[in-house]
C-alpha cells in the first residue's frame, strides 16, 4: 500500500459563477450584437477567488478538521483535494486512493434499488465487478438495511440513504477519505458503527479531511484543524487549539 | 472516488499543458472503458426496469413504428413494399442512433455533475456512456434490421463489412457532435433545444421516409446535407447498393475537422466544465 500524503502549496482556485443570464446563449448573443461586446464575457458572470494561496501538509494517520462559516471554502478545498477541481495556481499532490463523500447523491440513481447503487458507486470508485461481488455481503450488511437494498432508493429515508453512501465509501479502502458535513447522518446505532470505521481507516494510516460546524465531532475524529475565511487558510494547529481557533 | 493511487494537480497554463491534459483525459478514460460501458447499460436498464419486456419494448415500438410508417408512405407515394419496408426500417434504425448521440450528447456532463464534482473521473468516460447507450439501443433495434431484410430475401452476409465500415464512420463523426452539444449545453442552457430542433428537421430533410430520386433535379443539394452521407454509408450496403466514394471523402473529411475542432474546445473548457454545471 501506498503511504497516504497530501500536499497542498500555494493552491488557488478561482473560478466564474454564472447567473441565469449568462447561461442563456440567445441572452448572449443578444448582449454582443446590441453592444457589440464579446460573447459569454461580462454580465452575469461572477469570478469568484474561493481559495486563495492555501498551503497544506498532511501525512499519514493524519486527521484534518475544516472549519469556517459557510461560503469559506471548506467545500472548494475537498473538492480540490478530490481531483475534480483543478488549481488556477499552485499544486496538490495526493497520495493514496481517494474516497471523497461530499455529496450523498454519487452515483446514486434514485430509481436504481441499494444493491445496484452500490455496484455503481464501487465501478466508479474502480473496483471491477467481481470485486464488488466479492465485498457485497460486508457492505450490505454494514449499512444495516436488509431487505430495503432490493427496494429502490427514492423510498429511502435521508438517514438511510446516508448509511447506502457511507458504507458503500468506506468499503473501498481508500487511503484519503474526504467528507463534507454530513458525517451526522443516521442513528445512534449508526453513529456507533461509523465511528468504527473510521478509527479503522486511521489505524490504516489513512487521512481523513472533514469539515463541519460541530465541535464535538472535531474534538472526536480529528486531531488537527485549519480554519478558512474568505478562501485564506489558517495554519494547521492541534485540536487542543480548536477554542481558540473558534474564539478568534 | 478514483482507483489512481496519485493524483497530482498542477496550476500550470498555457495552451500546449492543456491539450496535454485533454490528451490524458481521453487516455485515462481508454484505461477506464469498462467503467462508461457499466454505466451505459445500468442507463438502458434502469430506464426499463419493472416492464415485463424490459429492454426489448425498444424493440418492440421501433418494430410498429417502422411497420406504420412503412405501410403508410408506402401507399401515400405508391410504392413496392418489399423495397421500401426495408429501405423505411434501416432509415429510422439508423438515423435514431445519430439523433439518440447527438440529442442525448446535451445531458453527457449536465446529468453525470454529482460525479464530476467530487472525482477525478476522466470527462471522456461520459462522452463514451452516451455513446455506449445508443449501441445497446441499436443492438435491439437489430432484430428488425436483419428480420425485415431476412424477410424481404434481402439479406446477404457479404454486405455487413462494407455496413460496419459505415456504422463506424456514423459513430466516429456523431461522437464529436455529441461531445461539442455536450459542451455548449453544460455552458447554455438553451442548447438542447436547438439541437433537439435541428436533429427533427433533420430527419424530415434526409431520406429517411422517402426516396431520393424523387427529389429529381434537386438531387445535387442532398450532397450538401451531411446525415444523408451519414446515413448512406451504412443503408446501401445493407440494401445491396454501392455508396459513392466521394460520400466516405465527405465523412473521413467531416470526422477530422470535426474531431480537430471539438478536440480544441474540449482542451480549452475541459477543467473549467465542472464549474458550468
Known sequence: MTKASITVSDLTIRFPVYGADAKSLKKALARAVSVGGALGRHAGVTDVTALANVNLQLKAGDRLGLIGHNGSGKTTLLRALSGAYEPDEGTIDVHGRIAALLDLSLGIDSTATGYENIRLRGRIAGLSTREIDERMDEIAEFTGLGPFLSMPVKTYSAGMQGRLAFAAATALEADVLLMDEWIAVGDAEFQKLAHKRLLKLVERAGILVLATHEAPLLKLYCNKVMKLEGGVASEVMDIRRLDELLAG | ?277
Open chain 2, 1 to 277: 472516488m478514483d482507483s489512481a493511487t496519485h493524483m497530482l494537480r498542477t496550476g500550470r497554463r498555457g495552451a500546449l499543458f492543456q491539450l496535454q491534459m485533454a490528451l490524458r483525459d481521453l487516455q485515462n478514460s481508454f484505461a477506464r472503458i469498462g467503467l462508461a460501458w457499466s454505466l451505459a447499460t445500468h442507463d438502458v436498464g434502469s430506464r426499463y426496469r419493472g416492464s415485463v419486456l424490459g429492454p426489448f419494448w425498444i424493440t418492440l415500438s421501433m418494430g410498429l413504428m417502422v411497420l406504420g410508417i412503412g405501410f403508410l408512405y408506402a401507399s401515400l407515394f405508391n410504392l413496392a413494399l418489399d423495397q421500401f419496408l426495408p429501405y423505411v426500417a434501416l432509415g429510422i434504425v439508423f438515423f435514431g442512433v445519430m439523433t439518440g448521440i447527438i440529442n442525448e450528447g446535451c445531458d453527457t456532463f449536465v446529468h453525470a455533475a454529482s460525479m464530476l464534482s467530487q472525482t477525478s473521473l476522466p470527462m471522456f468516460t461520459f462522452v463514451w456512456r452516451v455513446v455506449f447507450r445508443n449501441l445497446i439501443n441499436l443492438a435491439h433495434h437489430l432484430v428488425i434490421v436483419v428480420g425485415m431484410l431476412a424477410f424481404y430475401g434481402q439479406w446477404k452476409v457479404a454486405n455487413v463489412p462494407l455496413a460496419l465500415l459505415g456504422i463506424f464512420l456514423m459513430l466516429l463523426n456523431a461522437s464529436w457532435a455529441s461531445l461539442l452539444a455536450g459542451i455548449a449545453s453544460a455552458r447554455f442552457r438553451d442548447i438542447p433545444q436547438i439541437v433537439i430542433s435541428v436533429m427533427q428537421f433533420a430527419i424530415f430533410m434526409t431520406p429517411v421516409f422517402w426516396l431520393p430520386d424523387r427529389f429529381g433535379k434537386h438531387q445535387v443539394f442532398l450532397d450538401f446535407n451531411p446525415f444523408y452521407h451519414l446515413l448512406q454509408s451504412v443503408r446501401a450496403p445493407l440494401l445491396g447498393q454501392t455508396v459513392s466514394g466521394h460520400s466516405y471523402v465527405v465523412l473521413v473529411t467531416m470526422a477530422v475537422v470535426g474531431w480537430l475542432v471539438t478536440f480544441l474546445v474540449f482542451a480549452r473548457t475541459r477543467r473549467r466544465i465542472v464549474h458550468y454545471l
